[in-house]
């Protein structure tokens, strides 16, 4: 208990001294004390960031449920724990802002408040005390005769200052009274409620955790399994290693004591023939759907071009009697459809030894009717494996023929031959000598091709890759987010994965959506040349061609900073949304661009102008694919447009011949003289100098793309019949793949008929068009349609001897097509 006696005395003085000394003290005290303590709720404060940095770089490391990786290394159970993790943080920041408001407010408030008040309140009694005492003086220094009315005045003052200095005498004691009682309980509250707050810390965790902990325990173990399961396979594989290379040194020693020796001698032929049993064996035993490899490995192979240069390629024999080969050595991962086959028809193959031409060691041949590959083992035991083997299965195949089990492999390969669809193209029908790949290929659209026919991207390069340097592909075609990896297929556009999301949700005959790294299957050659022809930038030309030209200014200006933009409905549609804008807006701006067509400019035909059937026609007819693709949006144009609709009345009285073409085919039959003369104005080749589309009342005058030449006229200059014909016939006989692709994705109908009775896979047979035919046929058309004359694209290819296309050939004989 202080202040025994409440007398201002010495003793009360040493006492008020004692306890401002020790004020003082506990003032230092408690500064260094918050110090430590503002340490710590920093630090926890760095944790919580630390812990939802952690959590965040799991998740995106193995959080994701899609993506391979992820599920590899268990992207579900990432998840979780990311989530309890984030559950950890929240606990933590919890903990943080008590400890603040608990220890760290309370010590300031002690510090800046009461221990303040002291030092305060201790002045003013020092200065209360010091007037005392000099009214005091004054008083007492009063002379026995002094006036009563002075004495009075001085009595008063001295009452005065004594009043005033009893009060602050007071209230320092009141001050000081109160920290000692506060040094009772303050810090044992504030720190034993912080201590509090860490044990519910650790609860909750505990808690969150313990629940869990069945489940770790789990993954734990599965974890173990794999691991056991892992290693046994690593033994595993280092065994079959150990045991190849014993096999290899064997093969060795054998190969280089018998040298280059013929499969000749009777014992070999023995030995031959018992394994041809085996290999029916396998071939029979195999079930259906499955396949066995009876043999591969690396095979010099020669060139069949003029060179005649030596390639190694990997041969693959199995057990559907297929002997293929990949054209190159890949390092990524791949499918079917990545890694080109080019196979060889073994039943009508016969198998010799040794080479024409060549007098290098270890040489064999298989010769079929159309082609023959002359091959190098690596060394003489090797050759006789292979020929023996190959022998094996051409027997068994002729044994056995199951017509059903004939290979064709990757119908639309990237490898493929490319045959002759092109002028262009036909330049790198050479497979051997060619390592063109999917671009060079895919880049059939005319204009392009015009300017850089070997224009194309480096070898094994991903479709996204090839596809995102295309002008305006850089970044989403509807909110301009960079990267884009999702597309639109018939629109020929690349989306960011939001707006992908939104255009989904249209109809499919809106557009649609594909993954440019995921769908890795649609990404055939006339997929990229359909899309390397368009990209973003022209698509946009058409498709937002009516948008405000000021509406990215708008945004810069800071208008749309005064629209709220969590509601969708206030912003005006026609502003192209950014892409970290709401999904609510681009929602809103892609329905209005590609459901309403809002910012399509429609095309009207004025009068004078052809007519839509007749403008698309030409469009189709000069290859000219960007603009067959305006027409098809800005006029409403009919994919299914026929000769006839193209050529009707109102363009007779334009051009003499053209109404004899129009008259020609309402008539129904042509004579061979007739149709001669056809190769003048109605399909201009290069040599012919007017053409009727460059009448200068033409409404599409503006567009370049009607100017200049198009080498594509030339492939159908010498068309004999177009009665009946539509677009994609006609896009057959160009043979332009980019363009078929574009008329399909539009509504073309792949069994049109022509009125002879001929589909478009007639007319890419009849022509000679293989890759279009391969197309067609991936696409459902059918080979065994008969024209009128009862003539199936099968039997025309038999007739053409087709065979020099063999995977063509299989294609088309198929029995479930
Ligand atoms: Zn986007």
């Known amino acids: 208990m202080q202040f025994a006696k409440l007398d201002d005395s010495p003793m009360f003085r040493k006492q008020l001294h004692a306890l401002e000394e020790s004020a003082e003290a506990l003032r230092e005290r408690c500064q260094r004390f918050y110090k430590g303590c503002r340490k710590y709720t920093d630090g926890l404060g760095e944790a919580y960031d630390g812990d939802i940095a952690f959590a965040n770089a799991l998740e995106t490391f193995g959080g994701g449920h899609d993506d391979p990786i992820s599920v590899a290394v268990g992207g579900p159970v990432m998840t979780r724990f990311t989530i309890a993790l984030r559950e950890i943080g929240t606990y933590k920041e919890v903990l943080r802002s008590q400890v603040e408001h608990m220890l760290n407010d309370r010590l300031t408030q002690f510090v800046s408040t009461d221990l303040q008040d002291v030092k305060e309140l201790r002045k003013r009694f020092d200065k209360a005390s010091l007037h005392y005492d000099q009214v005091r003086e004054k008083f007492l220094s009063l002379k026995k005769d002094a006036k009563p009315e002075i004495v009075v005045g001085f009595e008063e003052d001295l009452r005065n200052a004594k009043s005033q200095f009893e009060q602050t005498r007071f209230n320092l004691m009141t001050a000081l009274s109160n920290i000692e009682a506060k040094k009772k309980f303050e810090f044992l509250e504030a720190v034993s409620g912080s201590m509090d707050a860490h044990l519910r810390y650790f609860k909750q965790g505990y808690e969150l955790l313990h629940q869990m902990e069945p489940y770790i325990h789990q993954v734990l173990t599965y974890a173990q399994q794999s691991r056991e399961r892992a290693n046994s396979e690593q033994v595993l594989l280092a065994d079959r290693m150990q045991e190849y290379r014993r096999q290899m040194e064997r093969d060795n020693q054998r190969s280089f004591s018998s040298n280059d020796v013929t499969p000749a001698g009777d014992g070999i032929q023995a030995a031959a023939r018992s394994s041809h049993k085996m290999i029916e064996a396998v071939m029979q035993s195999t079930p259906r759907g499955k396949v066995q490899t009876i043999k591969q490995g690396y095979i010099l192979k020669r060139s069949s071009n003029l060179r005649g240069d030596w390639k190694r390629r990997f041969f693959v024999l199995d057990s559907r009697g297929m002997l293929y080969y990949y054209r190159k050595q890949w390092g990524k991962p791949t499918d079917d459809k990545t890694i080109a086959h080019h196979t060889v028809n073994l039943l009508t ?173 649609v990404w055939e050659p006339s997929v990229l040349g359909y899309f390397l022809s368009v990209g973003n930038t022209y698509a946009n030309t058409i498709w937002e061609e009516l948008l405000p030209p000021d509406s990215r200014a708008a945004e810069d200006a800071g208008v749309r900073g005064s629209i709220d933009e969590r509601n969708g409905s206030l912003r005006d549609v026609r502003v192209k949304p950014k892409p970290n804008d709401p999904i609510a807006i681009k929602e809103k701006f892609i329905h209005a661009k590609y459901v309403e067509k809002r910012f399509v400019r429609k095309l009207k035909v004025q009068s004078g102008a052809p007519p839509m059937a007749r403008q698309i026609w030409d469009a189709v007819s000069s290859n000219k694919l960007q603009l067959v693709l305006r027409l098809l949006i800005t006029g409403d144009a009919n994919a299914n447009t026929t000769f006839e609709q193209a050529m009707g009345a109102s363009e007779s009285s334009r051009s003499p011949l053209v109404s004899l073409a129009g008259a020609l085919s309402r008539k129904g039959s042509v004579s061979q003289s007739t149709r001669s003369n056809w190769s003048g104005p109605l399909l201009p080749t290069s040599q012919t100098p007017s053409r009727p589309r460059s009448a200068a009342s033409s409404p599409l005058r503006g567009y370049d793309l009607l100017e200049g030449p198009s080498s594509n006229e030339a492939a159908i200059a010498d068309t004999k019949d177009l009665q009946g014909c539509n677009l994609l016939h006609i896009a057959c006989q160009i043979g332009d793949l980019s363009l078929v692709e574009l008329l399909l994705q539009h509504g073309a109908q792949i069994e049109a008929t022509d009125s002879l009775g001929r589909t478009p896979l007639h007319h890419c047979v009849l022509k000679g068009k293989n890759l279009c035919a391969k197309l067609l046929l991936t696409r459902g058309s059918k080979p065994r349609a008969p024209d009128i004359t009862g003539k199936t694209p099968l039997e025309i290819a038999v007739e053409k001897g087709a065979s020099a296309d063999e995977e063509l050939f299989y294609m088309l004989s198929e029995p479930n097509r």
């Open 349 to 521: 193959s016969t198998i010799k030894v040794d080479a024409e031409q060549s007098d290098l060691r270890f040489c064999f041949r298989i010769i079929s009717p159309s082609k023959t590959l002359t091959l190098q083992a690596e060394n003489a035991i090797d050759r006789m494996d292979w020929m023996d083997k190959i022998t094996g299965v051409i027997a068994s195949l002729l044994n056995n023929q199951i017509p059903e089990q004939r290979p064709y492999r990757s119908p639309m390969g990237l490898h493929q031959r490319t045959g002759s669809e092109t002028s262009t193209l036909s330049a790198s029908s050479e497979y051997d000598g060619s390592e063109d790949t999917v671009a060079s290929r895919a880049h059939p659209s005319g204009s392009r091709r015009d300017h850089n026919p070997r224009r194309g991207p480096k070898p094994q390069e991903r479709p996204v890759d090839i596809l995102q340097r295309v002008p305006g592909n850089g970044v989403c075609a509807d909110c301009g987010a960079s990267d884009p990896d999702w597309a639109s297929l018939n629109l020929g556009i690349l989306l960011c994965i939001e707006c992908s999301g939104v255009h989904r949700n249209l109809s499919v005959q809106i557009s649609k959506v594909r993954s440019l790294t995921l769908d890795v299957r």
